[in-house]
């Protein structure tokens, strides 16, 4: 509990209301002292009362990228059955899990006994990662805003944060950034002269599940993909995103991640013109994807590689 900007006057006041007091021998001003010295107990009982047992959770409903902010919204369940909560406000413990950039809280005026309520709110995270958020801080100054109180309780929550979106490299048939972030676009196949069935191939993350020929998946013992002239005609990019090479550790950190950041970018672009993207992550080959699940693992793979140990 600590007193607000309108305690300490309040506070402040009341001392002076006590040295009148006893300077005085006033009954009048011990009366008032009285009336005062109760608003005091009074108000730490009715917080107590109003953030006493509720229970908070937390969504966020879209991606986290690095240094964006992120749409979320509060949960708060009331679970007394005759009391309401009043002027509760929620904000987030900082924790050395969680690297986040300013202050995430939302205020809900009132909560119903037996009710929830929801407060809309955003996060912002400084890092790509894993983020673990692990406690809430529940505070109210109901009734008086003489006092603010609050209680932290545990509301683990693991965040999967995408690198930040870096600068665009151009459209070129074939790029290699100053960064050390390649870039080649793979021939197109020939479409059969039918112009429907151009043969079957091995079946990747983010492929249509319709288009697996289970025939020929059984005989083969693997999952094959049937690929016509839509599929053969689009686009195959491949990335290659490796290690920097630089004097000192810091600068080789940092030029990792702006190759980081770039990939990011150019992933993000070419899927969503609905090309297939294959990544070759620190010599390591990812395998093809497209679509929103090809989407979701290649970032997933920039947002948790490091840098190698060798390299640092």
């Known amino acids: 509990m600590r007193p607000t900007k309108e305690g300490w006057v309040f506070l402040s006041t009341m001392l002076a209301v006590a040295l009148a007091a006893l300077n005085t021998g006033n009954n009048l001003l011990y009366l008032v002292l009285s009336a005062m010295l109760a608003l005091v ?9 109003s953030i006493r047992s509720l229970r908070v959770s ?33 904000e987030e413990v900082s924790t050395r899990h969680a690297s986040l950039v300013g202050t995430t809280q939302a205020e809900v005026n009132e909560i119903g006994a037996a ?3 929801t407060a809309p709110a955003t996060w912002c995270f400084a890092q790509r990662g894993i983020h673990r958020i692990e406690a809430v801080r529940i505070s109210t100054s109901w009734p008086f805003g003489i006092f603010r ?16 979106r870096g600068r665009r490299a151009q459209e070129k048939p074939s ?4 960064t050390g972030t390649s870039e080649r676009v793979r021939p197109r196949p020939r479409p059969s002269a039918r112009g429907d069935f151009f043969g079957l191939r091995e ?6 599940s319709r ?32 290690a920097p090479v630089a004097s000192d550790l810091m600068q080789r950190s940092q030029l990792f991640e702006e190759r980081i950041e770039e990939a990011t970018a150019r992933i993000c672009d070419l899927l ?29 793979s920039l947002a948790l590689v490091e840098l190698p140990e060798g390299d640092r």
């Open 41 to 49: 107990a009074v108000s730490s009982v009715l917080s107590e009362w």
């Open 58 to 90: 937390r969504t966020l409903e879209e991606e986290a990228f690095a240094g964006q902010p992120v749409a979320g919204r509060w949960q708060v369940h009331n679970p007394r059955s005759l009391t309401t909560a009043i002027d509760i406000r929620l």
């Open 115 to 117: 009710c929830r309520a």
């Open 149 to 164: 109180k609050w209680y932290e309780r545990e509301a683990q929550m693991d965040v999967l944060v995408f690198p930040r």
């Open 175 to 178: 790029f290699v950034s100053s």
């Open 203 to 208: 079946h990747r993350v983010g492929d249509d």
């Open 211 to 242: 288009m697996i020929h289970w025939r020929s998946s059984a005989r083969r013992g693997q999952l094959l993909s049937v690929e016509n002239e839509e599929a053969g005609s689009s686009r195959k990019v491949e990335l290659r995103v490796d």
């Open 272 to 300: 969503d013109d609905g090309s297939e993207v294959r990544l070759i992550l620190l010599g390591k080959p990812l395998t093809p994807a497209r679509g929103a699940p090809g989407r979701h693992y290649l970032l997933r």
